[in-house]
């Protein structure tokens, strides 16, 4: 047997064991994507490509259909997950996406409505760091597959060679593949299921971006050339408690410096902070004041 035609086989293998797992979450009769079995009678979707949650079914791999209800969604993360009622089918064999490399090779999967199973193949093309979706939701690292994500495909699996799910896949700008790691997959449903929604630290306060003067700026010593504004301020909130004022410009939170109202929020995005107290600084009338803010938990919507 050839080196290629061994390869293929093995490829086809790999998408035969991992697409066990994979199903199609179907949203009334024209909204498909795929899912993950992610654990026991557990899946998880792309929040975004499905939209409603009513009627939700899920297409198994013998092609039945069957009902499903949502347990949570998250929609700065993409992550939406479903309980899967009396039906036994394989669970996902999750991997390590913090392993990949530039260059590995992996499989996009995916579910049709009618049940038929779905491959694509590329390379991982982009590996970075941390991020924030336009959402505000922290992404433990940035995936960029080289694959074609075609219709139904977002919410299915990015699967390496061995045929471990590294994360799920979803749309990025202009149609490309962006791939959510595991670590943060695994994150969003530990608190789905917990507490059915996600934990947002919050201060209680509104802001806006405010320019520092220069003359401001280098008599407090300060490495950014602007601040957040605080134009106002929620009785008894955490803030409130604080002694934060109106005109307050905050310039620290937990001694990392903010310079728009996206940086703050992406410090509170981290669930760990809520309940605990962090030292912020603020100018206040030409000087520099530190305060300390129990952050709370942003209530839900």
Same mark, same amino acid.
Do not use: C
């Given at each position: 047997m050839s080196s290629l035609l061994a390869l293929s086989n093995s490829l086809a293998d790999t998408v035969e064991q991992a697409g066990s797992a994979v199903v199609a979450i179907n949203a009334g009769k024209r909204i !498909?994507?795929? @899912?993950?079995?992610?654990?026991?009678? /557990?899946? *998880?979707?792309?929040? +975004?490509?499905?939209?409603?949650?009513?009627?939700?079914?899920?297409?198994?791999?013998?092609?039945?259909?069957?009902?499903? !209800?949502?347990? @949570?969604?998250?929609?700065?993360?993409? /992550?939406? *997950?479903?309980?899967? +009622?009396?039906?036994?089918?394989?669970?996902?064999?999750?991997?390590?996406?913090?392993?990949?490399?530039?260059?590995?090779?992996?499989?996009?999967?995916?579910?049709?409505?009618?049940?038929?199973?779905?491959a694509a193949m590329g390379t991982v093309s982009v590996v970075s760091g941390a991020w924030r979706s336009m959402s505000g939701g922290n992404i433990d690292q940035f995936i960029r597959p080289d694959i074609t994500l075609y219709p139904g495909f977002a919410g299915g699996p990015l699967v390496d060679a061995a045929g471990y799910v590294v994360g799920m896949n979803t749309s990025g700008r202009r149609g490309t593949a962006l791939t959510i790691p595991t670590s943060t997959v695994e994150r969003v449903v530990n608190q789905l299921l917990t507490k059915g929604h996600i934990s947002r630290g919050y201060l209680g306060v509104g802001m806006q971006p405010v320019r520092l003067p220069n003359n401001l700026k280098n008599l407090l010593n300060l490495h950014t050339t602007t601040g957040v504004i605080v134009v106002n301020v929620e009785p008894s909130g955490p803030a409130d408690n604080a002694g934060v004022l109106l005109g307050d410009v905050l310039?620290?939170?937990?001694?990392?410096?903010?310079?728009?109202?996206?940086?703050?929020?992406?410090?509170?995005?981290?669930?760990?902070?809520?309940?605990?107290?962090?030292?912020?600084?603020?100018?206040?009338?030409?000087?520099?004041?530190?305060?300390?803010?129990?952050?709370g938990e942003r209530p839900v919507e």
């Open positions: !498909s994507a795929s @899912g993950i079995h992610w654990r026991n009678r /557990i899946i *998880v979707s792309s929040d +975004e490509s499905l939209g409603r949650y009513d009627e939700i079914t899920a297409t198994l791999s013998d092609k039945s259909t069957v009902p499903v !209800s949502l347990l @949570g969604h998250d929609p700065s993360t993409d /992550i939406a *997950v479903f309980q899967l +009622e009396n039906v036994d089918i394989p669970v996902a064999q999750i991997g390590d996406a913090a392993k990949l490399k530039v260059g590995h090779l992996v499989l996009g999967l995916a579910r049709s409505s009618e049940g038929d199973l779905r310039v620290t939170f937990d001694h990392v410096a903010v310079s728009d109202t996206g940086d703050v929020l992406a410090l509170l995005n981290h669930s760990d902070r809520i309940g605990k107290t962090v030292k912020v600084q603020v100018v206040r009338g030409g000087a520099l004041v530190e305060l300390d803010v129990v952050v």
